[in-house]
């Protein structure tokens, strides 16, 4: 959502998702957390039954198993990563924008890297 601020007539984005006035980025590049045993099918939201998704798969995906689907699932990446999290302070902090959910994030963010040491 970010990106949106910065480029906004590039990378339109709308608050509740909706495809025709959201960019494709947001749906294939973004992650989201999925169950891997729907909710509706009787899955928990226990650690163990989520998984990272982009949002285009989480959508497809809506209430089947992945078996139905033939879909499986791939290995964590044993690689660091921060989520990106690193690049969203940098971003926030070079630019001004006042947007109160993006400013939230930013301070929870921030924290936790201030704490953690994360780069």
Partial sequence: MIISHIFPEEFPY???W?????HPVYWELSASCDHVV?????GSDDI?????????CNTIKANWTL??????LLEPSKEEWDGLAGLF????????INNPYLRGWYSLIKSKISREGIK
């Fill in 14 to 16: 709308h608050p509740h």
């Fill in 18 to 22: 909706k495809m025709s006035r959201t």
């Fill in 38 to 42: 729907p909710r509706a099918r009787g």
């Fill in 48 to 56: 163990e039954n989520l998984v990272t998704c982009c949002y285009m």
């Fill in 67 to 72: 078996e139905e689907l033939r879909w499986t």
């Fill in 89 to 96: 302070v940098k971003l926030m902090e070079a630019t001004e």
